[in-house]
């Protein structure tokens, strides 16, 4: 026996109701993601830069690399202050370390030739 045309029609209806919710999760899902804002804004008293150690190109790689190892920012923050003892310019906290590595996986340090991490 085939069905008949009100059942067809409903299950037409329920599968157009379930794309459309699908559709809205996506959408949700992407209006809700980090803005790409560049990390070196201007104010009144002149453009944000990297901070301390993170000024130093020898630290960016070493927290950046120790990072994709899967070093935890604590670690990260004791490698530095190991490596460098006596050089308190160039230790950075954890977080800092963080703001960096986020900043760095975002794309927003393109300025300091950082392109977005894979």
Not at 66 to 82: H, N, P, W, Y
Request: charged share 25%.
């Amino acid at each position: 026996m085939a069905p008949s045309s009100d059942t067809v029609v409903r299950d037409l209806l329920r599968l157009i109701l379930d794309e459309l919710t699908s559709l809205k999760n996506t959408v949700n899902a992407l209006t809700q993601t980090h803005q790409q804002n560049p990390a070196v804004q201007t104010t009144e008293h002149g453009p944000y830069g990297l901070r301390r150690g993170l000024r130093c190109p020898e630290v960016k790689e070493l927290v950046l690399r120790l990072r994709r190892e899967g070093a935890s920012f604590v670690e990260i923050e004791q490698t530095i202050k190991d490596t460098w003892p006596n050089e308190p310019e160039k230790h950075v906290t954890k977080s800092a370390a963080h703001r960096f590595w986020r900043n760095a996986s975002a794309g927003r340090l393109k300025e300091f030739g950082i392109d977005g991490l894979q």
